[in-house]
Structure formats: structure tokens, C-alpha cells
T-cell receptor, first 114, second 109 residues
């Protein structure tokens, strides 16, 4: 059982370039999330999706977009990367939406924007 | 505004030296508190959920407790494999999780 798979594991990106971080889950969970983790700031929610076909904005959505065409995939796109988007990005899923549900995390994508 | 603060930021223990990690929160109506463990280079892994003041949960050398304003993660006789970052999180007004900054625990043999 793979759980949540994120790709790439790490990436160095030139500022201004477009980048899509991939996230796939095999647990048939309805809800999925994208977080960024920065030293001293903890995990902050970027975008979420409570079910396929719907998305919502989290705490820090600016500069990011998501789509949820099916249950399993939840890609995160940086349309024009900036250095402040250097971070570690985690995808997570839960059986249903709402904060009372346990979230299961992927291993993360380490992104550096130069 | 919902806030979650963890202390200390880092904690060094000798193997067998018991201690506690703190998670204090300010939320409008507590709807649960989560503890996660994060190993270097990996994503957080769920440990416990606590729902009401006075509740306690245990797993191996870890025990989590909850009051109306804070939660403690007690570590009894820790081993080097307990070294990790421990995160707590609470549901916020938007029905999403607000995470604390974490406590990085290092247990020396």
C-alpha cells in the first residue's frame, strides 16, 4: 500500500518558471490538502479539496492553484515561481473533509526557487 | 485568531530521561487536538487525537493529556528512536487544522 505519493522528491527551479507538484493517493480518500512547511512557521494550509471537483483556499493560497479532476490526484501548480515559495511541500489526505478527520501525509517535495 | 504554540522549540534528553512537551492553544471552541510525529525527510505521522479536557491517551512511551488551554506529550524513559519533531494541531474556525511550530526532540544514547 503506497498511501500518498508525491513527485518530484526535490526540485531546483528558476524564478518565473511554472512548476506542478504531483500528489496521488490510493486510499480512496475524499479530502486532500496541500501544506507548506517553513522553519519556525510550522505547516500552513495552501489549498484543500473536500471531494473531487471542488477546491478551497487555505491560509496561504496566493501564487498557487490546484485542481481535483478525480479522487486520486491533487496537483499543485506554481504559475510563476518566486524565491519566497522555497519550502517543503506536503500533500495529505483524509477519509472526509473537516478538521476532525485524521490526515495522512506524503513524504514531501523540497522546492528551491532561485 | 486561532493560535497554537509549542514549547520548547528543541529538547535534548539523555536516554531514559523523562520529560514533557507543551502545546498551548487559543481557539474559539475546542473541537479536538491532534499530535503528529515527523521524522527528518518525511511527512507527519498521526499519533493521537484528544477531544475533551481530562482525556489521556498512551502509546508505548508516549502519553498525551489535555486541559482546557493546553496539551502535554509526556515521554517516559525515551530511547534514541523517539528522536523526531512532534507537532500538535487544532481545528480552527474554518474547520481546517492549525499546526504549531513543533518541538524537535533529540534523545542521546
Amino acid at each position: 500500500i503506497a498511501g500518498i505519493t508525491q513527485a518530484p522528491t526535490s526540485q531546483i527551479l528558476a524564478a518565473g518558471r511554472r512548476m506542478t507538484l504531483r500528489c496521488t493517493q490510493d486510499m480512496r480518500h475524499n479530502a486532500m490538502y496541500w501544506y507548506r512547511q517553513d522553519l519556525g512557521l510550522g505547516l500552513r494550509l495552501i489549498h484543500y479539496s473536500n471531494t473531487a471537483g471542488t477546491t478551497g483556499k487555505g491560509e496561504v493560497p496566493d501564487g498557487y492553484s490546484v485542481s481535483r479532476a478525480n479522487t486520486d490526484d491533487f496537483p499543485l501548480t506554481l504559475a510563476s515561481a518566486v524565491p519566497s515559495q522555497t519550502s517543503v511541500y506536503f500533500c495529505a489526505s483524509s477519509p472526509a473533509g473537516g478538521a476532525k478527520n485524521i490526515q495522512y501525509f506524503g513524504a514531501g517535495t523540497r522546492l528551491s526557487v532561485l | 485568531e486561532d493560535q497554537v504554540t509549542q514549547s520548547p522549540e528543541a529538547l535534548r534528553l539523555q536516554e531514559g530521561e523523562s520529560s514533557s512537551l507543551n502545546c498551548s492553544y487559543t481557539v474559539s471552541g475546542l473541537r479536538g487536538l491532534f499530535w503528529y510525529r515527523q521524522d527528518p525527510g518525511k511527512g507527519p505521522e498521526f499519533l493521537f487525537t484528544l477531544y475533551s479536557a481530562g482525556e489521556e491517551k498512551e502509546k508505548e512511551r508516549l502519553k498525551a493529556t489535555l486541559t482546557k488551554k493546553e496539551s502535554f506529550l509526556h515521554i517516559t524513559a525515551p530511547k534514541p528512536e523517539d528522536s523526531a519533531t512532534y507537532l500538535c494541531a487544532v481545528p480552527n474556525a474554518g474547520n481546517m487544522l492549525t499546526f504549531g511550530g513543533g518541538t524537535r526532540l533529540m534523545v542521546k544514547p
